[in-house]
């Protein structure tokens, strides 16, 4: 079945969906008003320098300050550039070494200076971006790495014969300064075609250099291409038959773009006209309202639970309705050799980055773990994101960490629960009717002779009226009080309110 970029456009957002196998595989989201402002590059100044983190607050004209960590500005290939890259055996023991040690980051910089950086991870929750001087000008093809002069080929790429003919073309291809990198979608491609995109790139980064020095500071050096041709770049290789478009305007500025990158492509450019909504005609709307649930079930019958915290993601794994045929313990290997292509499929989907922990079914033989395990890692190859992971424990526990370059699809699709605030429980209704019955016992006898008024969800106040019917009466004849119970059904559960009134005077 034909791999499959699906781009939907609408006045208020744009979604980029990548369809591998009929299965939706990678799904992307970015809001007209909130656009990613990753790879940007800008003309910044250092505002403070923090030696006890390594870091330095830089503005560069965003709501908050961006942080650039030493190891950002030092000449080293830092982990950003590895997502591009996999080292060839000669350079590498050059990429250590440099990368072993760097001056302090009070030696590197000081308060209003200024440089140019790029943003290599966007804004998250609370924190700003976070920057690098080694900039990067990333093209269909290849890289342009103007600071750094290191070549190479992307990791995705494993024929080594390919892998040779790309670096012998790229030391052809080397411009005066700096490096450049072959990215998977250079694979076959000629040296015509890699010689007109260097000198785009190359010919970009004259632009930046002159608009430096014209620009005040803070400023905007370089932009990246809008989201839906963004994406285009990122996602579209040699596997992608077909790139579909609901809005005919970005369709043929998408046209226009492949063309340019190689006239073949632009047969695989479909404008989508037809009665109900992109997605929906591809059949998926189902994921997309199924994609945050935290269970997911196999077609074995056992399932995922996912689970994101402060530290870490956990994923546990369950044999649920499957109870297999034979042994118990080919029950458990099977569900857990599914479960680790699904594992590796919800990542990437749900774009989950940092420390993820999985844990599976217990499995008695060293062997059985070992295939769990080579089985997730050949699952996660296709993954564009940088992973590690450590074996399978004894416990059944394994560990990962992926690379997170932007906001999880829950971070960007969801808001805080307004009843929990995010915590995913809350007091049960009883216990809160019983803590307003405490408070009121407690205001009787401060306040004797008072009427008080209780506003509170319907089901806290009826908790309270049959909780506290004894035990109130009780109070209100000793100090001589009333009770009227107000029901407000816009109330969250563990909200309320108590308002104290003074009893009019009998006449």
């Known amino acids: 079945m034909a791999n499959q970029i699906l781009i939907s456009v609408s006045p208020w957002d744009s979604r980029v969906a990548l369809v591998e196998q009929g299965r939706l595989a990678e799904l992307y989201l970015e809001r007209r008003q909130q656009p990613d402002p990753t790879t940007n590059i800008y003309k910044g100044r250092v505002v403070k320098v923090l030696p006890?983190?390594?870091?330095?607050?830089?503005?560069?004209?965003?709501?908050?300050?961006?942080?650039?960590?030493?190891?950002?500005?030092?000449e080293q290939w830092d982990s950003f550039f590895s997502f591009w890259l996999e080292a060839e055996g000669a350079e590498a023991p050059k990429i250590l070494a440099s990368a072993t040690a760097?001056?302090?980051?009070?030696?590197?910089?000081?308060?209003g200076q200024e440089l140019m950086v790029?943003?290599?991870?966007?804004p998250m929750g609370g924190k700003g971006a976070r920057l690098t001087t080694h900039i990067t000008l990333p093209g269909h093809y290849l890289v342009y790495t103007p600071t750094l002069p290191q070549m190479g080929v992307s990791r995705r790429i494993t024929e080594q014969a390919e892998r040779h003919r790309l670096l012998s073309l790229l030391e052809k291809l080397k411009p005066k300064d700096g490096g450049l990198i072959a990215r998977t979608a250079s694979q076959g491609q000629s040296e015509e075609v890699l010689r007109r995109e260097r000198d785009v790139l190359v010919n970009l980064w004259q632009t930046i250099l002159r608009k430096r020095e014209s620009s005040p500071c803070p400023a905007l050096l370089y932009a990246e291409l809008d989201f839906p041709r963004r994406m285009v770049r990122e996602l579209c290789g040699p596997e992608v038959d077909r790139l579909v478009i609901d809005d005919a305007s970005t369709g043929e500025q998408i046209r226009e773009y492949v063309s340019g990158l190689d006239p073949r492509l632009e047969n695989r450019v479909?404008?989508?006209?037809?009665?109900?909504?992109?997605?929906?005609?591809?059949?998926?709307?189902?994921?997309?309202?199924?994609?945050?649930t935290p269970k997911v079930w196999l077609k074995s019958g056992g399932y995922l639970v996912i689970t994101?915290?402060?530290?870490?993601?956990?994923?546990?794994?369950?044999?649920?309705?499957?109870?297999?045929?034979?042994?118990?313990?080919?029950?458990?290997?099977?569900?857990?050799?599914e479960a680790a292509q699904e594992v590796a499929r919800q990542v990437r989907l749900r774009n989950i980055g940092g420390l993820i922990v999985i844990d599976f079914i217990d499995m008695k033989k060293a062997a059985h773990r070992d295939v769990v395990y080579r089985t997730l890692m050949d699952a996660l190859k296709p993954d564009r994101a940088k992973t590690s992971a450590l074996p399978i424990s004894s416990l059944g526990l394994l560990e990962m960490t992926r690379e997170?370059?932007?906001?999880?699809?829950?971070?960007?699709?969801?808001?805080?629960?307004?009843?929990?605030?995010?915590k995913g429980f809350q007091l049960s209704c009883l216990v809160i009717a019983h803590d307003i019955l405490r408070q009121l016992a407690w205001d009787a006898r401060e306040?004797?002779?008072?009427?008080?008024?209780?506003?509170?969800?319907?089901e806290v106040g009826a908790l309270v009226a049959r909780e506290g019917d004894e035990?109130?009466?009780?109070?209100?004849?000793?100090?001589?009080?009333?009770?009227?119970?107000?029901?407000?059904?816009?109330?969250p559960p563990e909200k309320y309110e108590i308002i104290r009134e003074l009893r009019p005077t009998p006449t």
């Open 52 to 74: 006890g983190m390594d870091a330095a607050f830089v503005d560069i004209g965003l709501e908050r300050h961006a942080y650039l960590y030493a190891e950002e500005v030092s």
């Open 102 to 111: 760097h001056a302090p980051i009070e030696d590197l910089l000081q308060e």
């Open 118 to 122: 790029q943003i290599c991870r966007p």
């Open 270 to 292: 479909e404008i989508y006209s037809g009665p109900e909504p992109l997605f929906a005609h591809f059949g998926l709307d189902t994921d997309w309202r199924r994609l945050l």
């Open 308 to 337: 994101a915290t402060e530290a870490l993601t956990a994923v546990d794994v369950n044999t649920g309705r499957f109870i297999g045929r034979r042994h118990w313990e080919d029950t458990i290997l099977r569900t857990n050799l």
């Open 404 to 422: 997170r370059l932007r906001a999880s699809l829950a971070d960007m699709v969801t808001d805080l629960c307004r009843c929990c605030a995010g």
């Open 447 to 458: 306040f004797p002779g008072c009427r008080f008024i209780v506003n509170a969800h319907p």
């Open 471 to 491: 035990a109130w009466n009780r109070v209100a004849r000793e100090f001589h009080c009333d009770l009227k119970i107000v029901e407000e059904p816009g109330f």
